[in-house]
């Protein structure tokens, strides 16, 4: 998400130098810096406008003296980014008297049906009761694929399979969730591949029988500027509540994220990076800039932590760390924890100071792919007791798993090394670093 245009600003960054921030030392900057957002597909008035607030600050009286310019020209920079993107976040309505309704507009294509899935999920996980509503008429088999992702997210649905009413669709799901209690009602209505006067003429029916407390247009973030121009159509018909950006996981240069909160006035509500359904998340301008300027989003990861792994997990995975007792089981578990937060190339970008264009993220997920076989086809006992492992097991386990025994070997080896490692760090074996009855002694 954003490689592009943040490996640009980091070249930027390093060419700013000097004792403080000048025109001279500013103009490559400014023009590297307008360059680099219209190359991301930004819209041409917002790129004039966030270059121009930039040389106003970096030249003016706020900016710190005594601070070196690039660190200076950072600041401003992330301080718009992050102004340009909405400011702050602006979480979902939620109605005093519920069910709160939400309904989901967008172009075929755009992922909508999908995020309906996904933002169920995601409420179900704020303690939240969602309800899907299945009214895309139109599609082949979108009412179908309403009902699996209830059925995956574990929340009630409701579609009429033989009616192509939406009203009628929208009506009686209304009433059937407020006969089960739902706290949100999520409609999922029709797109066309194009606009026109008919789905507007559809979509402004089902918004005056109803009185959507949430207009969220779905758009594919990766269309860049063709998705600031539906946004600000849908906007002008329906006045839209926000947006969601499906598909950054994609090669998204970060023209929509950058120009739709300037140019359709509606901020980004959510962000969707992915095809599984935790894969989306509420967005947060602060931690986007911090992600395109390679800054990485403590914060997102440890969210995200939170969700995959349970306290009780961890105290436990903690004790096996302290007493040396983490096996190949465990081993097990860790990656399972890992792979619930995301991609691996989703984390590392989290991580502040890591250049992921540093390394193949491919290869990596390839590695972390092939451990998970060779355990999987471990025993348990195997598992447990790495000891046990012999020649003709680790033959078995070669043929089980799809590698070669030197393969098996090297993980051994790095498996040991690692607990060495702990064992080391829990009896204060390594210098300076106190601990353990040596250090006990020296005091």
Do not use: W
Not at 121 to 149: C, N, T
């Amino acid at each position: 998400m954003f490689n592009n245009l943040g490996d640009r600003f980091k070249d930027i960054f390093k060419k700013v130098s000097g004792g403080k921030l000048t025109e001279a030392n500013m103009k490559d900057a400014l023009r590297e810096v307008r360059l680099a957002l219209l190359e991301a597909d930004v819209n041409y008035n917002v790129t004039k406008n966030f270059v121009a607030r930039i040389r106003d600050k970096a030249l003016g009286d706020e900016v710190l003296k005594g601070v070196n310019p690039s660190q200076q020209f950072i600041k401003i920079v992330n301080d718009e980014l992050i102004e340009v993107l909405g400011g702050t976040n602006v979480s979902i309505a939620k109605s005093i008297k519920p069910p709160t309704i939400v309904m989901l507009v967008g172009l075929q294509g755009a992922g909508k049906t999908t995020f309906s899935g996904k933002l169920a999920k995601y409420l179900k996980k704020k303690g939240e009761k969602p309800f899907l509503v299945g009214a895309d008429v139109y599609r082949p088999a979108a009412k179908k694929q309403i009902m699996v992702l209830a059925n995956q997210v574990g929340v009630p649905s409701f579609t009429i399979e033989e009616s192509n009413d939406v009203t009628e669709i929208c009506k009686q799901g209304l009433e059937s969730a407020r006969e089960q209690h739902a706290t949100y009602v999520i409609l999922d209505t029709a797109g066309r591949l194009h606009i026109d006067e008919n789905l507007m003429g559809e979509l402004k029916k089902v918004k005056s029988d109803f009185s959507p407390h949430e207009i969220l247009l779905v758009v594919d973030g990766m269309t860049g500027q063709d998705a600031v121009n539906v946004a600000k159509s849908f906007n002008d018909e329906l006045d839209i509540t926000g947006v969601v950006l499906t598909k950054l996981d994609g090669d998204t240069r970060g023209g929509a994220a950058l120009s739709i909160k300037e140019v359709a006035g509606k901020p980004i509500k959510f962000i969707s990076d992915g095809e599984k359904l935790d894969d989306v998340s509420a967005f947060h301008p602060d931690r986007l800039a911090s992600r395109i300027l390679g800054m990485g989003d403590v914060v997102s990861l440890v969210e995200k932590a939170q969700e995959a792994i349970s306290e009780d997990e961890a105290k436990k995975m903690e004790e096996k760390f302290r007493k040396n007792q983490f096996d190949f089981e465990d081993f097990l578990k860790q990656f399972k924890m890992i792979r619930k937060m995301g991609s691996l190339a989703g984390i590392m970008k989290m991580i502040p100071g890591v250049d992921t264009s540093m390394i193949d993220m491919a290869q990596a997920e390839k590695e972390m792919k092939k451990v998970e076989s060779i355990i999987f086809s471990m025993t348990l006992q195997e598992r447990r007791d790495p000891k046990v492992l012999n020649g003709s097991r680790k033959i078995r386990i070669a043929k089980g798993s799809g590698v070669e025994v030197p393969d098996i070997n090297r993980l051994i080896k790095q498996f040991e090394q690692m607990r060495q490692m702990m064992k080391m760090f829990n009896s204060g074996g390594i210098p300076g670093l106190g601990g353990g009855k040596k250090a006990s002694k020296r005091r």
